[in-house]
């Protein structure tokens, strides 16, 4: 197929406007690049940088709002901007494919894979059903799915996100298309399996010659696979050029800046305090979840078992695990969303563990979560301050100064003080996510839960509130309970690591422990997988 | 899955006694006596005791709801006060032309609003969308009994195509079945209509929004395709459940549009027992409507089953 360097993709000068009221007038302007056979370009920006757009625009599938209305794109020579719906549809699949970022919904739930990818091959070839058929257990074959037949005949839901995504990848592939666009295909999923998504791609690709356009937002996953790197920012198209140039030795201001917001994963110096009090410690802490059903036996489901934990006052203790090791479960036990199962909770001399709901209320206030999507974990109907105040005003204070506090703590996280009667939908996501560290700090609690907080977060805004929280920790002189999947993260911000696999603590202690010798093969599994591990990411080259 | 049904089954118990209770009793306190009735306007009060002794409405009303739940439990219906003939007998006359009804409804609304849902949802904002959507606050807010006779002046008297009134079993004469179900039917099924239109319309524009949506067009699938095989099947629960729920719109319907176009059904039976006080007929009739109502909702729960895999019971 490469029988001559003919780019398979060519981007030239494309602008897609935005509807009219929109912040600026182009989702994409003037973007011009192109994707070699064989070649990895991956396109990298932050969350509105237009990078999903372009994608779109290349597949057709661009929502009815947004119009492309300059340049061309060039599909093995054909400007797919002009040919017409049929055409398009055609190309699907058969030329250029595309895979998405969550594949909980990318499949329908109500059809078996094996249907779903015999579609592509009842729509765009003239196989008989037995060939088909064979075809697709040969895929579902080459993206290493275990058991193809059983996978054939099962449905979306019996299947594992990391699996679900390999029948997107069976699916894209399955007629050979020249083109694969894959719009942050492993964001969503654990990096375990991450790693493995991203060697599959890598594989097929090399095998076959495909170009693939990748887009992502993570460094990480950039360092890992692309050849080549272009940066946008608000549409634009800031730098381009390969991946080992780019991470190394970027021209632009903006590529810089952003490389260099990316926590690297060697924990930072923090001198570990052995001397404060304990302020929250769990002894065997277990929640047990059973469905209880008439005749069935009953299923049980372990999300966490025999957790001991201990945080002093001004530390910083990071839970990292993947989706299902229990984590959340442990930070909503301990601040008692839900009911632990067994274990106790010291809050200090306070056993919290099975204290009725009317005795816990007044140590509710001692200990206060900030959750992962800021988007969706403020009341938009109510304004921040009254968000604010609601605590502080349930505990007793009077309005006044509950709204006095509220504006220094406007001041503490670095908002306007006087924007205390503005909406949520107001605020960008960043400035929601110190609105919620604002929220729980009036309480003035001893424990702060952050549960995710910064994972929504683009790079350069999670930054910001990294630096922001830990400015806080040792203001208050607070004590820290940092849930996060992300090592890179927990590596920057905690003094002690909390490793979690399937409901129990495999690993525990200090960060440079646990990140400079880790024990455990759980553990060391979880470092060897982490994208971009052996880049310092933001140490240029002059 | 057996399991659920047992509860389902178990959970209607309660149901039943409340609906039970309530009927014996809104009867029982409002104004009206059957024995009266029964007796006519020249009797004398000793002829109306005498009747009244014989009904067994002379026992304290506690004494009166045990007997009859007594009998139910046995299979016992009772005996009408007014069409002296056992309360069983009376709804077996009459349960075809109800029957028939509810099914020619069901087929019609069903076989019409769904794809006018779909059209709609598909085209949203075009002028069919907006025809679908205002004919279906118009079928909301006219009352049956009003558009059963426009359909009789127009079809049945201007245009003379079909009947006025009146029944014929489907046993003895199918064509004159049929041709005496269209405008009852028709009547009946245009609230269900607006109420399924609507919901399919909303049900199919939500799943549309899907990122498996996404993923079928990003496979080059027709439109048709990602509409039928994609859309609709993954809309299918929530129209369901509006379906089942809307039963309880056809029982009621069906009251007055067996009234109108006289059909001897149990909607009738219904009215005609409420107006001569027929105490056994109404609480036996009323009971076995919310049977039907409970037992055709547990099978929509099940047949969720069929068109979502994820869901088990």
């Known amino acids: 197929m490469s029988d001559t360097k003919r780019p398979v993709l060519e981007v030239r000068n494309l602008s897609v406007t935005l509807p009219a009221g929109a912040d600026r007038v182009h989702a994409v302007e003037k973007v011009s690049f192109t994707v070699n056979p064989g070649e990895i370009v991956c396109l990298v920006g932050e969350s509105g940088s237009g990078k999903s757009v372009i994608a779109f625009t290349v597949m057709g599938l661009l929502a009815k709002a947004l119009k492309p209305t300059s340049g061309e794109i060039l599909l093995e020579g054909e ?3 002009t040919v017409g719906e049929t055409r398009l549809r055609e190309l699907r699949c058969t030329r250029m494919s595309m895979i998405f970022q969550e594949p909980m919904t990318a499949l329908n739930p109500v059809m078996t894979c094996g249907q779903q990818i015999d579609e592509v091959l009842e729509t765009h070839t003239q196989l008989d059903q037995a060939a088909r058929k064979a075809k697709i257990i040969a895929i579902l074959d080459r993206v290493k799915l275990p058991e193809p037949e059983r996978i054939y005949a099962s449905y979306p839901h019996q299947l594992s996100g990391g699996q679900r995504q390999r029948i997107m990848i069976a699916m894209a592939l399955v007629l050979d298309p020249v083109l694969l666009i894959a719009d942050e295909p492993t ?20 095998l076959e010659g495909t170009g693939v356009l990748f887009i992502t937002h993570d460094f990480g996953v950039v360092a890992e696979i692309a050849h080549r790197v272009a940066v946008l920012r608000w549409g634009e198209l800031v730098e381009m050029g390969p991946t080992e140039k780019i991470l190394s030795r970027p021209e632009h201001g903006y590529t810089k800046m952003l490389i260099s917001s990316v926590p690297s994963i060697h924990p930072a110096h923090r001198g570990v305090r052995k001397d404060g009090p304990t302020v929250l410690r769990t002894e065997k802490l277990g929640k047990t979840y059973s469905g209880n059903a008439f005749f069935q036996k009953a299923r049980v489901v372990k999300a966490a078992v025999d957790v001991n934990l201990d945080i002093r006052r001004g530390e910083t203790l990071g839970i990292v695990g993947e989706s299902g090791s229990g984590k959340s479960t442990v930070a909503r036990c301990i601040a008692r969303l839900i009911d632990p199962s067994e274990g106790k909770i010291f809050l200090g001399d ?16 001692r200990v206060q979560i900030v959750f992962q999507d800021p988007y969706r974990s403020m009341n938009p109907r109510i304004t921040v301050g009254d968000s604010i105040i609601e605590g502080p005003m349930n505990f007793g204070l009077k309005r006044e100064e509950a709204l006095a506090r509220a504006r220094g703590l406007m001041e503490t996280v670095r908002l306007d003080p006087n924007s205390l009667d503005r909406f949520p939908h107001q605020f960008s996501g960043g400035q929601r996510q110190r609105i919620c560290i604002a929220r729980a700090l009036a309480m003035e609690p001893e424990l702060l839960i952050a549960d995710e907080a910064v994972s929504a977060l683009d790079v350069s805004v999670q930054k910001q509130v990294l630096e922001l929280l830990d400015e806080i920790r040792v203001r208050l002189n607070l004590a820290v309970l940092f849930i996060t999947h992300d090592l890179r993260v927990a590596a920057q911000i905690c003094d002690y690591v909390a490793v979690m696999s399937k409901g129990r603590v495999v690993e525990y202690g200090s960060a440079e422990q646990v990140f400079g010798a880790p024990k455990d093969d759980y553990t060391k599994a979880l470092f060897a997988a982490a994208p971009g591990r052996h880049w310092e990411f933001g140490k240029f080259a002059a | 899955m057996l399991d659920f049904i047992i509860r389902r089954l178990i959970a209607v118990i309660p149901v039943l006694t409340v609906v039970a209770v309530f009927v014996f009793l809104m009867l029982r306190l409002t104004p009206g006596d059957p024995a009266a009735v029964i007796a006519g306007d020249n009797a004398t009060s000793d002829q109306i005791d005498d009747i009244r002794r014989k009904l067994g409405l002379d026992e304290p009303i506690w004494t009166q709801f045990v007997i009859w739940i007594g009998n139910m439990l046995q299979g016992n219906f009772g005996e009408s006060f007014f069409f002296k003939k056992t309360v069983a007998e009376l709804i077996a006359q009459r349960i075809e032309p109800t029957l028939a009804l509810a099914v020619c409804t069901l087929i019609f609304a069903v076989a019409l609003s769904v794809p006018l849902g779909v059209l709609a949802a598909y085209r949203q904002g075009s002028v069919l969308d907006r025809v679908v959507m205002g004919f279906s606050v118009l079928g909301f807010s006219v009352p049956g009994f009003v558009i059963g006779y426009c359909l009789i002046y127009i079809f049945a ?14 046993g003895v004469n199918f064509w004159g079945f049929l041709e005496r179900m269209v405008l009852p039917s028709l009547t009946l099924s245009v609230g269900f209509i607006a109420l399924i239109s609507r919901i399919t319309r909303a049900s199919v524009l939500e799943v549309l929004n899907e990122d498996y949506i996404r993923t079928a067009r990003a496979k080059g699938l027709s439109n048709r395709v990602v509409l039928m095989r994609h859309a609709l ?3 299918a629960v929530p129209i369901l459940t509006v379906i089942g ?3 309880a719109i056809l029982i009621g319907g069906a009251v007055v549009t067996e009234s109108v176009f006289g059909l001897p059904g149990l909607g009738r039976l219904t009215v005609e027992a409420v107006l001569s006080r027929d105490f056994p007929t109404i609480q036996t009739v009323i009971l076995m409507f919310s049977v039907v109502y409970v037992v055709i909702n547990l099978l929509i729960d099940i047949s969720y089953t069929l068109f979502d895999p994820r869901i088990r019971y």
């Open chain 2, 157 to 170: 008297i201007e245009l003379g195509w079909l009947p006025v009134q009146g029944y014929v079993r489907i």
């Open chain 2, 245 to 247: 729920l809307g039963i």
């Open chain 1, 350 to 365: 306070t056993e919290i563990a099975t204290m009725k709901a009317g005795k816990l209320r007044p140590h509710r206030r």
């Open chain 2, 233 to 235: 099947r993954n809309a």
């Open chain 1, 79 to 81: 400007n797919i901007l």
């Open chain 1, 187 to 206: 964001t969503a999923l654990d990096v375990t399996t991450q790693a493995e998504i991203l060697k599959l791609i890598a594989e097929l690709q090399t």
